[in-house]
């Protein structure tokens, strides 16, 4: 493209930097260049139609050739495949099939992955069969990478693995403990140096004295109802310690507590049967909470006098004198006021 001349003649200052703008973007390159269609055909990006115009040039997609160098390794659970990465033009995914026989016929589809691995689960001490195909974005999939599949297995489980180790390092297949003295390796899995044990069976009454480590066992674990009862010698526990919440109902035999110490404001809320106390101390006032002298709530002090609001008597309220015996009594229908002779002096309300 040729250059544009530059602008000689006068002309406003606003006009000539616009002009100079212009022409900067048709004849300069980089990121703000114009790019005309010859250089677009030129650069192969697009083509010529006919009749006039242009159109873009679409990436060609080739038929999928099969996936090339297929491998396989076990893990402990899980099969990891690989293979070379495809170099076709229009590459889509690659199909992962499986069997547990070497027949293509019958294996299935577990799983598609657009890179070149792919990871199977199929758990401990397991083989599979695979094969591998590329599909192209046309949906076009290329033949399997081999007609005979690939065979993987996964490591052998733990349980497995003890079985193995009591019968190449014990004395034999029923020996309890056995020793490696040095690491190895069983199924491509390492197994430390020490001592082990299969399985161990102790004769009743064998054991006569057992002794534990301090802080030896962290967790200990009894099945449901296997101790049918409990005998402990006295005074053989010092302290005992109970979680939180961990007691959800307890039974104590009738006058096994001869003394107990609860600690002061630890009960929140107490429930007591009816009847169950005959004869309640009180230190000092029963009250309510709102209770204020002379103005809220009530109270009853331990010496007998009380302050309340309101009162209801369903009965006789009777009111004696301590020091003369001059007495009276309020019923529902009568007032009645007596010396200290016990002489009716006053009588309101229903005379007869």
């Known amino acids: 493209m040729p250059n544009l001349p530059s602008v000689t003649s006068p002309l406003p200052r606003d006009l000539q930097m616009f002009i100079q703008r212009v022409r900067e973007v048709m004849d300069g390159g980089g990121e703000d260049a114009v790019v005309t269609v010859r250089q677009l055909i030129a650069s192969g990006i697009a083509k010529s139609k006919t009749g006039g115009g242009f159109a873009s040039v679409e990436e060609p997609v080739n038929s999928p050739h099969p996936p090339r160098n297929l491998s396989a390794s076990g893990a402990m659970a899980n099969i990891i495949l690989s293979w070379d990465a495809p170099t076709y033009k229009g590459h889509a995914y690659t199909e992962v099939w499986a069997h547990t026989a070497d027949v293509l016929g019958d294996a299935v589809l577990v799983g598609m992955t657009a890179g070149n691995s792919f990871a199977h689960n199929i758990g401990g001490t397991a083989t599979r069969y695979y094969w591998?195909?590329?599909?192209?974005?046309?949906?076009?999939?290329?033949?399997?990478n081999a007609t005979d599949g690939l065979q993987a297995s996964t490591s052998s489980s733990p349980n497995f693995l003890m079985e193995l180790l009591a019968e190449t390092f014990g004395t034999n297949s029923q020996a309890p403990f056995f020793q490696i003295d040095t690491s190895t390796t069983i199924n491509g899995v390492s197994v430390a140096a020490g001592t082990y044990m299969k399985s161990a069976f102790i004769h009743d009454a064998a054991i006569t004295n057992a002794k534990i480590g301090n802080a030896a066992v962290d967790s200990a674990k009894i099945a449901n109802a296997t101790i049918v009862d409990g005998d402990i010698a006295s005074a053989t526990i010092t302290g005992a310690k109970i979680g939180s919440a961990t007691i959800t109902g307890a039974n104590i035999a009738s006058a096994t507590i001869t003394s107990a110490n609860i600690q002061?404001?630890?009960?929140?809320?107490?429930?007591?049967?009816?009847?169950?106390?005959?004869?309640?101390?009180?230190?000092?006032?029963?009250?309510?909470?709102?209770?204020?002298?002379?103005?809220?709530?009530?109270?009853?002090?331990?010496?007998?006098?009380?302050?309340?609001?309101?009162?209801?008597?369903?009965?006789?309220?009777?009111?004696?004198?301590?020091?003369?015996?001059?007495?009276?009594?309020?019923?529902?229908?009568?007032?009645?006021?007596?010396?200290?002779?016990?002489?009716?002096?006053?009588?309101?309300?229903?005379?007869?």
Not at 132 to 144: D, M, P, T
Not at 347 to 352: M, R, V
């Open 264 to 352: 002061a404001a630890t009960i929140a809320t107490a429930n007591i049967a009816d009847a169950a106390i005959t004869n309640a101390k009180i230190g000092g006032a029963i009250q309510s909470t709102a209770y204020s002298a002379g103005s809220a709530g009530w109270k009853i002090d331990k010496d007998g006098s009380a302050e309340l609001n309101n009162a209801t008597f369903r009965g006789t309220l009777d009111v004696e004198s301590a020091s003369s015996g001059a007495r009276l009594e309020i019923t529902n229908s009568v007032l009645k006021v007596f010396d200290s002779s016990n002489v009716l002096r006053v009588k309101l309300g229903n005379l007869s």
């Open 132 to 144: 591998a195909r590329n599909v192209n974005q046309n949906g076009l999939a290329s033949a399997y």
